[in-house]
C-alpha cells in the first residue's frame, strides 16, 4: 500500500488556481449599449435586437428591424471598444471551477457523467492554516479510474432550440427575457447541453432548498427560430406582463432508457472514487500517518465537492428512473440496485463519519457537508416520494449529526434534537412495528432517563425488534448498577430506585437487590403521583411498557414469551387466511422472518416452555414488578391521573386472555383492586346503561380518535391484536396527539369500562351483572 506523504504539488496548484482558468467569453459576443450596468453579452445580433425590444422598447418603435438591429450593433460595437476587460457575467465565463477538483485529479478532464460543478469556495477552519494533507491516491491511479476520456451519450440532439438560451443569462446578470432568477451552476450546465448530444433530464420542480438542478430540464418544443420562441413564450395580449409557459412532448421510453443508462454509468465511476477515498482516509486515521496532522483546506473543499457530485449523480438518476414516464421496470431499478442505501453509505454516512473522527478541526467542515446533505434529502423527499420512508429516516440521522456536534449553543442543540425526533416520529408513524426508529428516539431523549429507557424497551419489544438496543441500553443502566449497593436508600429519587430494578432484571444481578430497588420505587410511587398530578398520564405508559418489556426479556433472542406470540400469530394467519386484524404493519410472515434465529415452538412444546418460563428469574421478577406496580395503582380510586397506565395494562390482559397459551398468567392480576377501581368508575358516569354492555371499540363511535397512549403501545408484538383494522387512518395531528382534552378523558374512562367488561365475558376472573350493573370477582382464590 502506498505510504502516506504530501500530496503532488501539481494538484494542489491546480485546486488553488481553478478559478483563474475559465473560458473567455466568445471574441463575437456583443454588449447592450443601453443599460445602466455592464455584464450583459449577447452572442448575436439577434439576441441582442431581441433584448432592446423588451428592455429598451422606446428606442426602437420608430424603426424598421433591420434598422434597429445595424443601429444596436454599430453601438454595440463601439462600447466594446472603449473597454479592454469583460464582465465576469459574459456568456462562457464565470468563476466554476472544473470537475478535475470533484475527481481530485490533476488533468482538466469531465466528471464522468460529462457535467461541470462549482466546488464551494467558502469553506474556511476557524483555527488557521493547516500544513499540506496526506496523499490519497497515486498518480497512476488517477490516471486508470477517472483519467480515461468519458464515452459520449449516444442520444440524439434535440432538433428544437430552448425558448431561452442560458448562455445570454450569466453570472450576475439580469436575462434579457425576465425569467426567474436560478442559480449559476444552473447556466453553466446549460450551456453544456447545446454542446453534448444527449437527451435532456426531464422537468421536476424543486422545493425551496437551495439545491441547485444538476441538469436541465426535459423540454420539447417545435422547431422554430429563437426569435420567432421568444415572441410566442413572451406576447400575449391577454397577460402581457407573464411569462408564458413553453409547450412541451413526452419522452420516449427508449430515451428515457437510455439516459438513466448513462446517468448509472457515471455514478458508479464517482461512486468508486469516493469508496476510495474515504477508505483510505480511514486507514490513515488508523495508524498510516500522524493522528494530529490535519488536512488542508483545498483538501477539505476537493473532497466535499466529490461527494456532492456523487449525491447529485443519485438525484439525477432518482428523476430519471422515478419519471411519469418511465416503465415499471424502469422504476424497479432503483429498489433493485438498493440506490437509496447506497446513496446514504457512500455518499454522506462515510464521508460524516470521517468528518467526526476529525474534529475539532473539520467542524466547520462538517456543518457545511451537513447542510448540504439535508437539503438534498429534503428535496428528493418532496420530489420522489417513491422512498419517502429512507429519506425521513435520512432526515433524522443528520439533524441528529448536526445536534452532536454543536457544543457551543445549546438553544442550537435543542433545536436541531427537535428537527430530529420530528423526523423520527413521523418515520415511526408510518412504519410502528420497527424497533430501529424507537432506538433513535431514546438516544435524543436524554437526560430524560424514564423516558429513554422506555424507549429502549418499546425499541425491544416490537414486532420488528432492534436487537443493537440490548447494548445501548446498557449505557443507561452501567453507570447506576456500578454504584455499591450500600449507597442507595429509599428516599433516592424514584427514577433512579425505577431503573435500578430494570438494570438488576436485565443484568439478572442478585434477587435481593432487586427486591431493595422494588421495594424503593414502589414506596415512593404513591407520593409521587400526587407530586406530578398530570404529568404521570405520561409517566404511567412509559413504566407500564418498560415493565411489560421484562416479561419479554428484554429483546433477548431466547425469550420464550416471544416464541408463543410468534406460535399464536402462524396459527391466527394460518386461520385467518391472508387478512390480519390490525393495520399495522407487521404480518406474521415478515414477523416469523425477524425470529429466524430460534427455532419455532409447536403446540407439544408449549407446556414445558411455560414451565420454564414460571422459574425463569426475569420473567419471574418483571411479572411481579408489573402486578404490584398495578395494585397501588388501582388503590388510587377516583385519580384520572392513573387511567393511561390502567388502560395499558388492561389491553395487555385482554389480549392474553385471548391466547389460549398465556391466559393462565392473567390468574394472579390483581382482580380485587381491578374490580374496586371500575365499579367506581362506572359509579361516576351519569348513564352506566349506556356504556355497558359493549365492545371496546364501537363501530358507531365514528368520531372517537386514537388516545395519546395509543400511539405509545402500538406496534408491539403483544398489541397487534388491540386495535381495530384503520384505527390510526383517524388519527390527530402529530401536534394535537398529546392534548388532554375533556372529551379525551371521556373516551379513555368509556375505553377503561369496556376492557373490563371484555375481561368479564371470559367467565374466568371477573364478571358483570348487568341488573346491578356492577363488576365482581369470580373466584377469589385465584386473585392476589
Known sequence: MTSNVDIHSRWVTALRTQAKTVDAPPPEALPCPYCEHSGRMFQTVGQLYSHAKVEHTSLLDTMDPDTACAQLQRAALQMKGHTD?????????????????????TRGRLSPSGKKRPADSDFHARRGKAPLHPEIYDEEEYARELGRPVPERTHPKPSNLRLYDPKQHSKGAKSPYQTPEVASEWSVEANRSQTQTRTPQPTIRS???????????????PRRSQRDSTEIQRYDSRYPSLLLQPDSRPISQEQLASEV?????????????????????????????????????????????????????????????????ASPALRRLAAKYSMPARMWKHGIHSFLELLRRRLPESIDYMLAFIYLAYQMMALLYETVPAFEDTWIECLGDLGRYRMAIEDENPRDRETWAGVARSWYSKAADKNPSIGRLYHHLAILARPNAVRQLYYYARSLTCVKPFPSARESILTLLDPILSRPAESYSHDLPIDTSFIQA???????????????ARFAFQSQLDNHIGRVTAKWKEQGV???????????????????????????????????????????????????????????????????????????????RAYLLTMTTLTLVLRRIGDKNVLPHVHVLLAFLSTFASIKYVAQFNDHTPWIELVSFLNTLLKSEQRPEKI?????????????????????????????????????????????????????????????????????????WISYDEQTRAFSVTNISDSS
Request: overall charge negative; proline content about 6%; glycine content about 6%.
Open 85 to 105: 476587460q469583460s464582465s465576469d457575467a459574459t456568456v462562457g465565463g464565470g468563476s466554476t471551477p472544473d470537475i478535475t477538483t470533484l475527481s481530485l485529479e
Open 207 to 221: 422545493p425551496t432548498t437551495q439545491h441547485h438542478p444538476p441538469r436541465p430540464a426535459i423540454s420539447s418544443t
Open 261 to 325: 443508462k448513462s446517468i448509472y454509468a457515471g455514478l458508479t465511476m464517482v461512486e468508486t472514487k469516493c469508496i476510495h477515498v474515504d477508505r483510505a482516509q480511514a486507514a490513515a486515521l488508523q495508524g498510516g500517518s500522524d493522528p494530529t496532522s490535519r488536512l488542508a483546506s483545498d483538501h477539505w473543499q476537493a473532497l466535499i465537492a466529490l461527494h456532492r457530485t456523487l449525491l447529485h449523480e443519485h438525484h439525477d438518476f432518482f428523476l430519471a428512473s422515478q419519471h411519469p414516464s
Open 502 to 516: 430494570h438494570g438488576l432484571l436485565f443484568g439478572k444481578h442478585s434477587a435481593d437487590r432487586f427486591e431493595d
Open 542 to 620: 412509559y413504566i407500564a411498557v418498560t415493565n411489560l418489556a421484562g416479561l419479554f426479556n428484554y429483546g433477548s433472542d431466547d425469550s420464550i414469551l416471544r416464541q408463543i406470540l410468534v406460535l399464536h400469530g402462524r396459527q391466527s394467519v394460518r386461520s385467518a387466511g391472508s387478512s390480519s386484524h390490525s393495520d399495522e404493519d407487521s404480518s406474521f410472515p415478515s414477523l416469523t422472518k425477524a425470529d429466524k434465529s430460534s427455532q419455532p415452538l409447536s403446540d407439544s412444546e408449549v407446556p414445558a416452555q411455560i414451565k420454564i418460563l414460571l422459574s425463569d428469574f426475569t420473567f419471574s
Open 692 to 764: 355497558l354492555p359493549g365492545p371496546v371499540f364501537p363501530a358507531d363511535q365514528a368520531d372517537s380518535l386514537p388516545l395519546p397512549e395509543d400511539y405509545l403501545i402500538r406496534g408491539q408484538i403483544w398489541s397487534q391484536w388491540y386495535f381495530p383494522e384503520g384505527w390510526f387512518k383517524r388519527e390527530h395531528d402529530e401536534e394535537d396527539r398529546s392534548l388532554e382534552l375533556a372529551s379525551t378523558v371521556k373516551l379513555r374512562t368509556d375505553r377503561v369500562l369496556h376492557l373490563g367488561y371484555e375481561l368479564a365475558t371470559f367467565d374466568r
